[in-house]
């Protein structure tokens, strides 16, 4: 069991500053979310977590061993234990790749080989999938189907940390709700680690154990859910909370 | 009635991808229309002002106050379009041109529908963007695009939409790219315009927890058809028929204390691949065989209880 660390981390864009010294800590298979509004900073914290961009400064760990700066076989290591699976899977997926094309490719960087079919047929099982579907294009794939590809390809090399960044949010409703529950049993079946990033506080209470919220590249509060939830304590937090449209019309906020 | 839609059929080449639509909304009532993409909810909304791609052909009957739609040129639309059809689009960033200003564009449609002067449509364009909520109008007017944040913008655009008081707005998931914080507003905003204004409103989305917040009724629509319509408290609280019932259970609530969403096994069938009987049978937990016989989308899950049949 792993834990990740992130301490005092900082980044800027030429003149914005986009995040501002955010400490994070994600517990061995737990679920940490991370909202906020656009613009905020979290999709930038993945990628800083994920090495995708460089910090200006502070310190990322996992188990102790630092990540900032490692290089090559290193470097590749520490990319198989952490995935990162996005909001757009088509973006995401090689459109020019089948999908068996697209699941072998982790076991060529991270294994040096070809997956067997059978690890093929079992990754697909694992995220809800027909193995008739390996000789598909991303193109002929519903939206819901190759968000699960995309989780697959994340899978395929055994991660302990996976980030998800805005996985759900360009999912139709029912898909949504699909994708969430998978999500939620791989964590506890591979006793994942996870960090959710997403705009919609509406479902981190089904996705996240804990969460942070973040506000101009700071984090303003954090906790566990249910009391972040049921007792905001920080302005921006309380107002976000109240913004999010409840599905009840009788609940109605008179205008 | 403001708007009348019968026996509604859209095809796309030869497949038919909307079906026997119907609804009205009268003056003063806003109507949600939702479903998951794919549904039809878009095509058949935008069918109301005639702006289905070309490819699309529509059946059947729109009348916006006792006048048919369906048929009418080209020319004929772009003079309903705009003065009796606003409508507002999710991103209003694809509906304003960048090389001109905000108060430009805006004063545009007033000259063209209203036979507006170039002054007087300009301090009318003023008017209207301080109608929608924002700050120091006349300096905001001469402003371009770009310089107007997302919410700004579909202020903006709402602005331009009700400039000429239409009879009927249509707004198609006017605040899906909006931040939370920004939807709350822009949802308050349409709604008390549609009140003050009296206009009838046709709300598109696929978001439950808009439509709660803004709609008097709701038609849900599954593979092409209306499966579903009625008052939304009554529709929140007791959905009839199961792909609402599903849908609403499938709909976060950030309420929720922990607990495991439910979710609607399967996909929605694509146009052209619609089972025969109802649409939803093989994704219903309730279906029987008598079902996949049933001849439109209404659920005959209320007929079978009074027979006995299901429990």
């Known amino acids: ?80 234990r952490l995935q990162m699976i996005f909001q757009d899977p088509y973006g995401s997926l090689d459109p020019t790749l089948s999908i068996r094309q697209v699941l072998a490719e982790p076991f060529r960087v991270h294994f040096r080989r070809r997956p067997a079919e059978d690890e093929l047929d079992r990754l697909m099982g694992d995220v809800g999938l027909s193995s008739s579907l390996l000789d598909r294009m991303p193109h002929e794939l519903s939206g819901g189907q190759r968000q699960r590809v995309a989780i697959a390809r994340a899978l395929a090399v055994q991660p302990e940390f996976i980030a998800c960044d805005e996985v759900v949010s360009a999912l139709d409703v029912s898909t949504r709700a699909q994708i969430l529950t998978l999500l939620r049993s791989l964590q506890k079946t591979r006793s994942l680690s996870m960090l959710f990033i997403t705009h919609d506080l509406a479902i981190v209470p089904y996705i996240a154990q804990r969460v942070a919220v973040i506000y101009r590249g700071e984090i303003v509060e954090r906790g566990d859910v249910d009391e972040i939830f049921s007792r905001p304590q920080h302005a921006y937090t309380q107002a976000l909370l109240a913004a999010v449209p409840v599905p009840d019309p009788r609940l109605r906020d008179a205008a | 009635m403001t708007l009348e839609v019968r026996d509604l059929a859209i095809t796309l080449g030869a497949v038919s991808v909307v079906e026997g639509v119907s609804f009205s909304v009268p003056a003063g009532r806003t109507l949600g229309l939702v479903g998951e993409s794919g549904a039809g909810k878009s095509l058949t909304s935008m069918s109301i002002p005639g ?47 960048p090389a001109f200003t905000v108060g430009e564009q805006i004063a545009e449609t007033l000259r063209w529908h209203e036979s507006l002067g170039r002054r007087a449509a300009h301090a009318r364009a003023v008017e209207l963007l301080g109608e929608v909520g924002i700050d120091r109008p006349a300096e905001r007017a001469n402003g371009y695009p770009h310089t107007f944040s997302g919410g700004m913008l579909q202020r903006a655009m709402i602005a331009m939409a009700i400039a000429c008081r239409p009879a009927l707005l249509i707004a198609d998931e006017p605040t899906s790219a909006l931040d939370v914080t920004v939807q709350a507003q822009i949802l308050k905003l349409l709604r008390s315009l549609q009140k003050s ?32 319509h009625s008052d939304a408290l009554a529709l929140f609280s007791r959905p009839r028929h199961p792909y609402t019932e599903g849908l609403l259970r499938s709909v976060p609530d950030v309420r929720a204390r922990g607990g495991e969403l439910y979710s609607i096994a399967g996909a929605m069938p694509l146009p052209g691949k619609h089972p025969a009987g109802c649409r939803f049978a093989d994704r219903c937990p309730y279906a029987i065989d008598a079902c996949r016989a049933a001849p439109d989308a209404q659920c005959i899950r209320d007929e079978l209880a009074l027979a006995g049949v299901l429990r």
Do not use: W
């Open chain 2, 197 to 228: 204004l009296g206009m009838a409103m046709l709300f598109v989305s696929h978001d439950m927890g808009t439509v709660a917040q803004v709609c008097d009724e709701v038609a849900v629509m599954y593979a092409g058809q209306i499966v579903e």
């Open chain 2, 51 to 97: 702006l289905l791609p070309p490819e699309a052909k529509a059946r059947g009957s729109i009348r916006l106050m006792g006048r048919e739609l369906i048929g009418l040129s080209n020319a004929g639309l772009l003079r309903v379009r705009g003065r009796q059809i606003g409508v507002v689009f999710q991103e209003p960033r694809q509906s304003f041109n």
């Open chain 1, 1 to 80: 069991m792993k834990s990740l660390d992130v301490r005092g981390l900082r980044k800027r864009f030429g003149s914005v500053e986009a995040v501002r010294g955010v400490d994070l800590d994600l517990r061995p298979g737990e679920t940490l979310a991370l909202v906020g509004e656009s613009g905020s900073g979290k999709s930038t914290i993945a990628r800083l977590v994920l090495q995708l961009i460089t910090p200006d400064s502070g310190s990322i760990e996992l188990d102790g061993q630092s990540l900032i700066g490692l290089r090559g076989d290193a470097l590749r290591a520490m990319r198989r």
